[in-house]
Structures are given as structure tokens and as C-alpha cells.
């Protein structure tokens, strides 16, 4: 009955995520990057102003395509010309593109977020906390007025580190784990690069340390080497000093302090909360991704790629749950 009530709680967030993504979720102008995306994840041949990191995400951009042709999203360049403030001419967005695109996009969203709580109702005796965590963290990386939509391998990524850490967190004991999860890894890894992280994993393998060593480089390798053979081009990494110089931002210690209201403040009570739990390869996988976020939001800014710490949104508001369920009700033991 419990589980059929989380269920319940799962389609009717989707549904309320789904109605609030529709609102942002449409570019508005054109600039160097809005017809790019949509031409991109409308899934017509990428052209010279997609960034190459975008074009090696293979499985997001297929899938969003895939999922755009379902709802039949038209795709025809901008034709109407606005004219701004200063004086500038710029072409905007044709009015009867936006209900087919704002419903495709919010839809897909939606429906990775509902892949996210399943495994969170999977994996937990109590979801409502992370659920509702993660709902909120998705709204607080993604408003109107900084981000005004998820980018096709946002959401796919979070519920790839779900579903990895599921395997990993119920089956670790047994032998095959790891090789189940070592695919998975090399198969997800294909919706974008950052999953890599959670090879990390591996140090908790009951091997010695080189072999250890070895299936994480390989597992790595193996993703990029399949993502290069795919999509026919050289893998991009999850951090870039050179993409940083490029656009003008400088590094500024200070501009980390959006940290403490990413994924709606769980970021920063994960540490003190990895450390209480003492599973050593979930810390090392978060702490190595948090290191390379912080570093990547030095080098880019903040707010561009505030998103990327949805990938870590579930396990942040899973430990906290596991911590405040014994304190908020003390009589009820765990199963």
C-alpha cells in the first residue's frame, strides 16, 4: 500500500514538474547557443555552431530527438525581428513554435524526473523526502530568471547516478555487481560524461588495488572510446581553463557562493553527511564530483552550469533522509 501511495506522489510531482517546465522551458531569442539547441534536440544534423562537448553526448541527443519527433515539434529558423533597447535588430522565436516545443521538452524532463523517483521508491522504505528534495533542487537550478530550461542530458544524467547508485547500494555483496555495474557505467556514460565519475565505485570492489585501478581507467575508457566511435567525435571533458578564458570569466573564489543554494542547499550538508555514513567509495565519487563542479564553476561561472549539480541531487537528499528519519520519528525502527 506504502509503495503504491509513493507511486501515486511520483505522477502527481511529474505532472506538477511537467506544468512548471512549460512555462521556461521555450528559447526565446536567438543568440549563439538557442537555435543551436533546437535544431539539435529536434534532432536534425548538427550544424558548425553546436560546441563539440554537445555533440559527443550521444544517447541524451538521440533520445530527445526521439522523443521531439513524438510530438511532432516543427522546426523552421526564427523569422520575426525584434528590435532591442539599444538599438540592435535580432531575430525572436515564431510564436507558433512554442506550445509543441514547451510540451515536448517539459514532458521528457518530466518523465526522467518519474525514472528518478521510481528508483528512489525502489531503493528507500520512505522516498517522500528525497523526492520532494529533488523536485526542489530541479526548480532551484533551473528558474526562468538564470536558466530558463534544462539542457536534453540534465535529467537523463541524474537518473543515470540513480539508477547506478541503486545498483551499487543493493547488490555490492554479490560478485556479479560489478560487473553489471561496470556496464551500466559504460553504457550510461554515453549521456554525457560527468557519469564517469561514478567508476569511483569500483574502489569498493573486494579486489586488490591495481585491479581496482585498472577497471576504473578501463571502464572510462571504454565509454569515450564507444562515444568517439559513435558520434565521430573526440571526447570532451568535464572541465576546460581554455573554455574559460574564451569567455571572458576570471577565477574568483567567490564566485562559489551559489554552492550553498545548489540542489536547494543539500550540497552543502553532503560532506559532514558522507563522513557520519562511512562508505568510502560513495564519498570519493561525490567528492570528486563536487571538486570538479566547484573547479568548472570557477572557470565558467556559476550560473552557466548550476545545472550540473542535478546529477547528485537524489544521493544528497537520500542521505539526508537516511539522517532526519530516526530523528523525526524515533520509534520507528528501520526494516
Not at 538521440?62 to 520575426?80: D, F, G, I, N, Q
Not at 514532458?107 to 529533488?134: H, N, Q, T
Not at 526548480?139 to 534544462?150: E, Q, R, S, T
Not at 553489471?180 to 569500483?202: D, H, P, R, S, Y
Request: hydrophobic share 55%; with cysteine.
Amino acid at each position: 500500500m506504502a509503495r503504491a501511495i509513493y507511486f501515486f506522489l511520483a505522477v502527481v510531482f511529474s505532472y506538477g514538474l511537467f506544468s512548471e517546465l512549460q512555462i521556461t522551458a521555450f528559447p526565446k531569442l536567438e543568440n549563439a547557443n538557442d537555435y543551436a539547441r533546437f535544431i539539435f534536440i529536434s534532432g536534425n544534423k548538427p550544424d558548425e555552431s553546436i560546441p563539440d562537448n554537445w555533440k559527443s553526448r550521444t544517447f541524451s541527443i538521440a533520445m530527445s530527438a526521439a522523443w521531439s519527433e513524438l510530438w511532432k515539434t516543427p522546426v523552421t529558423r526564427p523569422s520575426v525581428e525584434k528590435i532591442m533597447p539599444d538599438g540592435t535588430k535580432i531575430l525572436a522565436w515564431s510564436m507558433n513554435l512554442q506550445r509543441p516545443y514547451c510540451n515536448a521538452m517539459a514532458s521528457y524532463d518530466a518523465l526522467f524526473f518519474f525514472a528518478v523517483c521510481l528508483g528512489l521508491i525502489f531503493v528507500m522504505d520512505d522516498p517522500i523526502i528525497p523526492m520532494l528534495g529533488v523536485f526542489a533542487s530541479i526548480l532551484m537550478n533551473a528558474p526562468g530568471c538564470i536558466a530558463p530550461y534544462l539542457l536534453p542530458w540534465d535529467l537523463p544524467t541524474m537518473a543515470a547516478w540513480v539508477f547506478i547508485f541503486v545498483i551499487y547500494s543493493k547488490w555490492r555483496t554479490a560478485p556479479q555487481c560489478w560487473l553489471w555495474l561496470g556496464i551500466a557505467i559504460i553504457i550510461l556514460g554515453l549521456f554525457k560524461e560527468t557519469v564517469l565519475v561514478t567508476a569511483l565505485f569500483f574502489i569498493g570492489a573486494k579486489w586488490n588495488w591495481p585491479r581496482r585501478i585498472a577497471a576504473i581507467m578501463g571502464i572510462v575508457l571504454l565509454s569515450q572510446g564507444f562515444n568517439w566511435l559513435l558520434c565521430g567525435i573526440a571526447p570532451d571533458w568535464m572541465f576546460s581553463a581554455s573554455n574559460a578564458a574564451e569567455g571572458g570569466h576570471r577565477w574568483n573564489p567567490l564566485m562559489l557562493w551559489p554552492i550553498v543554494l545548489a540542489n536547494a542547499g543539500s550540497v552543502v550538508l553532503m560532506p559532514s553527511l558522507l563522513w557520519r555514513n562511512r562508505d568510502w567509495p560513495l564519498a570519493a565519487v561525490c567528492a570528486a564530483f563536487i571538486a570538479l563542479q566547484a573547479l568548472n564553476n570557477l572557470a565558467c561561472g556559476v550560473y552557466d552550469e548550476n545545472r550540473d549539480w542535478l546529477e547528485i541531487a537524489p544521493i544528497g537528499w537520500i542521505l539526508i533522509s537516511e539522517w532526519l528519519r530516526p530523528r523525526l520519528c524515533p520509534n520507528v525502527s528501520p526494516k
